[in-house]
């Protein structure tokens, strides 16, 4: 409880409490009551922060979860299906920063995706990935459900695991095989696990920072940033703490809202 209030609950405080002021960082600034709140509903790149932010929900909820699931659901009755769930499981190994410098050295102008499609003579495929929006933020989002699937591969296979196997072979002596019995008897089998994994997702895509600070840092003309990378850009680097602590408790209050209402409706039936 000591290191939960010291190390959360008092920086969360001290954020609010600087939400209400105009500090600089240099000091604790003038009382501003709710200037900084009243300027988040008129600061167009705010506007831009908040679609880029549904856009990684969408993405994230969409593609890692989706493959995800299909992977694991693929893979778990074949021999040797540890060499199949590899590749998808060694990214999860690596760092956030570590996937942005390689995926931003693929994706650059002259990078290796675009290089490659010129030596193949597919030059109508080349794109400015990390440079014209939306595509850069869909750029961002591949690369990190490459890092991200693994985890959902491993809890949807835990989720496999302990499914009773009466009822799927049940099924399958009535006949049932393939999607039929994917739809009707495994994926509401594992509807508790897929509410784990859905959740985690979606607070992950919620304040996602590091693959796209290292890639774009927001830009061009902030135009990829998120809520977690304009709250970093107006605290740290134009030192508008005040503002920068508004769009944090935004952003917490976002997450919490969001949770509260997923959680409650998926565990009302459980």
């Known amino acids: 409880l000591l290191l939960v209030g010291v190390l959360l609950l008092w920086p969360f405080t001290r954020t609010v409490l600087l939400s209400f002021t105009d500090s ?3 000091s604790g600034g003038s009382f501003v009551g709710l200037d900084n709140y009243t300027r988040l509903a008129s600061d167009p790149v705010l506007g831009d922060a908040m679609v880029n932010t549904l856009l990684w929900v969408v993405g994230t909820l969409v593609l890692p979860v989706g493959l995800g ?3 694991a659901v693929v893979s778990f009755d074949l021999d040797r299906a540890s060499f199949f769930r590899l590749p998808f499981l060694i990214p999860y190994a690596v760092s956030g920063t570590a996937i942005g410098v390689m995926w931003e050295f693929m994706l650059r102008g002259n990078g290796a995706i675009n290089s490659s499609l010129e030596a193949l003579g597919l030059d109508q495929f080349v794109e400015s990935w990390l440079l014209r929006p939306p595509l850069n933020t ?3 989002i591949v690369a990190s459900t490459w890092q991200s699937v693994g985890v959902c591969v491993l809890l ?3 989720g496999l695991q302990v499914i009773p196997r009466d009822p799927v072979e049940a099924a399958r ?3 049932a095989e393939g999607w039929r019995l994917f739809r009707d ?3 509401p089998l594992l509807r508790p696990m897929t ?3 859905v959740g985690i997702s979606l607070v992950n895509s919620l304040k996602t920072f590091d693959i796209i600070w ?3 840092q927001g830009g061009p003309y902030r135009s990829s940033e998120t809520l977690a990378v304009t709250m970093y850009r107006e605290t740290f680097l134009l030192f508008r703490h005040g503002y920068g602590s508004a769009i944090a408790v935004l952003l917490s209050a976002i997450v919490l809202t969001v949770s509260w209402i997923y959680l409650s409706r998926t565990l009302r039936g459980l």
């Open 185 to 187: 008897i495994t994926f």
């Open 24 to 26: 600089s960082g240099a």
């Open 69 to 71: 699931l299909l992977v």
């Open 138 to 140: 869909w750029s961002m």
């Open 173 to 175: 002596l009535d006949g």
């Open 156 to 158: 949807f296979l835990i």
């Open 195 to 197: 509410i784990v994994v």
């Open 214 to 216: 290292v890639m774009t």
